[in-house]
């Protein structure tokens, strides 16, 4: 059925832009990438072990090792928890009203940072002098997703990502971050599923590697009804397993996009009740898990993919819907990326973007997205033609 | 050496040169690929000799040179992509050996229905440096049409390539169609700059290189300058060495401090470390096109035999210097025929046509 019906009160914006960030943390908790991120909190040595341990198990042949592990450390590192993604959105909602070649110029000065290679040869590019859009364009990497990754935080905040992706992608990395702006954007002010979905891969041009690997991730997707099912055909169809660099955009983003357009469409519009004996809440905490659980399966892609899901069903249902344990899991960030960020709370960071802070100096908010229902096209009058979002900036 | 030279400075001649200088700074290359200067240096002192065979810059080169003859001056991106079915990936019974990402990525690309220019944005290898190792035969086709030499290697590399990769060919391309004509070491780079857009990775890589070549170079000694060129044009971030902007700032560099001579050129890029194998034999490409058969080292030479076809198994047991040939009789009109005839399947085509232009480019 089409998420599009239903008629009951939906979450209001505020609840879906803590669903976003919550979504990513929970998805990027939920990857097992998670876990060796998380281990740069503990010593060197521990890593120094893992490595030693990988070539003892080569050479005897062993398939499973003891790692990672935290003898003599603190153990919370391990424990359940966000990583790399939803530090950079925490970084991202934190910086989000300052120039982007700026915020990135004072990262470039720091040695204590860890982050994919797109970012790293941004740095690199910005400290020798070279700004945007060319430090994201002379860049090995420019067709990740870390741009995508941040433009949660600008399709929540109803603004165009792309001056912040060209800081550190170009091509398929920066469409990658206009679609997820684009369908965060939709959500978070009340469109259905559906719709977000086919306006962000409407905003990816068919003949880019990302636009085709978007038509066809949906199109498998709903061919096989619910995300659990179609994750062999995901896998088959947009997956080539020749250069495993397991956050290109043009594989991330297409996933998240089908199967969180798999899972809602499959259990309804939040807040309707379409199952019987339960809450619409609870159908659409059940299908964000299902979305987030089929994209944790593709391992090649597990580091971003489930965040990137998590992050469009969050929006989605809200921040309400979303599984309590795992809400209160994903909140403690664990600076395994940014150091600074260790202990922050990432719903604080949410909710200050979502007041229109910090150092609100953009536009006020604009009176269409408050008007917005699910049923109306108010979702989609903040979105311009090209599928950027660029709200209330004129 | 069994075959006579050309006449110095015909188009045989300069054809021989390029690809015999291509394919023995392939085999100089190839022990130093993915190695520091500094290392380099300690196991080798100065890399000079050639130890074993050439690898997939020379037989890819020889792809190239194929279409050529077959589809000349009207050769287009889906001729291109026919013969990738039909030749590579239909011979592919196992693993593609010595094969690139790229070109790993362009198989499978090929293997899901895909045609160009997708063929070559569906994997993320498009700036790859690929194409620029197979597109001297462009060159040399080309001889004094840089545009035409760098419209041809964008045909080809819309299979396989895209954005950055296509132009480290175009560059390639246009700076050997220049070589071949004669022109000095700093003529030649820049015909080859100007077939790439300023604003690209490539141009400015490129330009930091060679200002680094320019700016006194000749006093400064080998591990200075490798280590200048590495801090400027490397990307320290990244694990691989196959980024074309990189290989083509490396070659072009390493060609203009060698001041054009084949086997200062080729020894310089050998070096550098890096791609070695590609560096090394574009430097030798460039460097031969302008010098000539005779300007390749005799040794170096003699180590260069029919291809073993290890990684592209349909051009094995060709030779360079037939192909040089028959690319060359395209430019003087020399009647068709010699060994090679047999091995590329159809006539050679000279005449001018397609109108694909550098869509792809940046």
Redesign the interface.
């Known amino acids: 059925m089409s998420s599009g019906g239903g008629g009951a009160t939906p979450p209001p914006e505020e609840d879906r832009i803590l669903g976003a960030f919550a979504g990513l943390a929970i998805g990027d908790a939920a990857g097992w990438p998670a876990a060796r991120h998380r281990s740069l909190r503990l010593a060197p040595w521990s890593r120094r072990l893992h490595r030693e341990l990988d070539a003892f198990a080569e050479e005897r042949q062993v398939t499973t090792l003891p790692v990672p592990f935290a003898l003599n450390q603190p153990v919370e590192p391990l424990a359940l928890g966000p990583s790399d993604d939803a530090e950079w959105l925490a970084w991202t909602a934190s910086t989000i009203h300052e120039n982007r070649a700026e915020a990135f110029g004072r990262l470039a000065q720091r040695e204590d940072l860890r982050a994919r290679?797109s970012v790293?040869?941004a740095l690199?590019n910005l400290a020798a002098g070279?700004g945007p859009p060319?430090s994201g364009?002379?860049n090995?990497?420019f067709?990740d997703d870390a741009a995508a990754v941040r433009a949660v935080a600008f399709g929540a905040a109803g603004m165009d990502p792309v001056a912040d992706a060209e800081v550190t992608n170009s091509?398929d990395g920066v469409l990658g971050a206009v679609a997820v702006a684009t369908a965060v954007g939709a959500l978070v002010r009340g469109a259905p599923m559906r719709q977000a979905v086919d306006a962000a891969v409407a905003a990816l041009p068919e003949?880019?590697?990302i636009g085709?690997a978007a038509r066809t991730a949906v199109a498998v997707a709903r061919e096989h009804g619910d995300p659990f099912s179609a994750v062999p055909a995901l896998d088959a169809a947009l997956l080539?397993h020749?250069?495993s660099?397991g956050v290109?955009a043009?594989e991330t983003v297409p996933i998240a996009l089908a199967l969180a357009d798999a899972a809602m469409s499959a259990a309804g519009s939040p807040g309707s009740a379409s199952a019987p004996g339960s809450t619409g809440s609870a159908a659409s905490g059940a299908a964000f898990g299902a979305a987030v659980s089929a994209a944790a399966c593709l391992a090649s892609v597990a580091d971003s993919a489930p965040a990137l899901t998590g992050a469009l069903a969050g929006a989605y249902t809200g921040y309400e819907a979303l599984p309590r344990a795992w809400r209160e899991a994903a909140r403690p960030l664990a600076g395994c990326c940014l150091p600074e960020l260790a202990g922050t709370d990432l719903l604080d960071v949410a909710r200050t973007l979502a007041s229109g802070g910090p150092k609100r100096s953009g536009p006020a908010q604009d009176a269409t997205a408050q008007d917005a229902t699910r049923q109306g096209d108010g979702a989609q009058s903040g979105l311009r033609q090209n599928g950027s979002t660029q709200r209330g900036t004129a | 050496m069994t075959v006579p030279l050309a006449p110095a400075g015909s188009p045989r001649d300069r054809a021989r040169g390029c690809l015999l200088g291509l394919a023995a700074g392939d085999a100089l290359g190839a022990p130093a690929e993915n190695m520091t200067p500094e290392a380099i240096a300690a196991r080798w002192g100065v890399l000079a000799e050639i130890e074993g065979g050439g690898t997939d810059d020379t037989e890819y080169s020889l792809f190239a040179a194929s279409l050529l003859l077959r589809h000349g001056h009207a050769l287009t991106s889906e001729d291109v992509a026919e013969a990738w079915r039909a030749e590579i990936v239909a011979r592919l019974d196992g693993p593609m050996r010595g094969a690139g990402f790229s070109e790993l990525g362009t198989v499978r690309a090929l293997r899901r229905g895909l045609g160009p220019p997708l063929s070559g944005r569906w994997h993320p290898h498009g700036w790859s440096d690929g194409l620029a190792m197979r597109a001297a035969p462009y060159g040399i086709f080309a001889a004094g049409d840089p545009d035409e030499a760098a419209r041809l290697a964008e045909i080809d590399g819309r299979v396989s390539h895209s954005g950055e990769g296509v132009l480290g060919g175009r560059a390639v391309a246009a700076a050997v169609a220049v070589a071949m004509t004669g022109a000095g070491p700093d003529e030649v780079v820049e015909a080859g700059l100007r077939a790439v857009p300023g604003d690209s990775w490539t141009a400015r890589a490129a330009r930091k290189a060679l200002a680094i070549v320019r700016d006194g170079s000749e006093r400064t000694s080998r591990e200075e300058f490798a280590r200048a060129l590495h801090d400027s044009v490397v990307v320290k971030h990244y694990p691989w060495t196959d980024l074309a902007p990189e290989a083509v700032a490396l070659a072009f560099s390493a060609y203009v401090r060698g001041g054009g001579e084949v086997e200062a050129a080729v020894v310089t890029a050998a070096n550098l470390g890096r791609d070695a194998d590609t560096t090394a034999a574009i430097a030798g490409a460039l460097a031969g096109a302008g010098a000539g058969e005779a300007g390749v080292p005799e040794r170096w030479a003699r180590r260069v035999g029919p291809v073993a076809g290890r990684c592209l198994p349909v051009v094995a047991g060709r030779h360079v210097r037939d192909a040089a040939d028959r690319l060359a009789d395209t430019l003087t009109g020399r009647p068709e025929g010699g060994p090679v005839a047999a091995l590329v399947g159809g006539p050679a085509d000279g005449r001018p046509g397609g109108s694909e232009g550098p869509t792809d480019a940046g």
């Open positions: 290679i790293w040869s690199d070279l060319a364009h002379d090995p990497h067709f091509g003949d880019t590697a085709h080539d020749v250069y660099y290109t043009a």
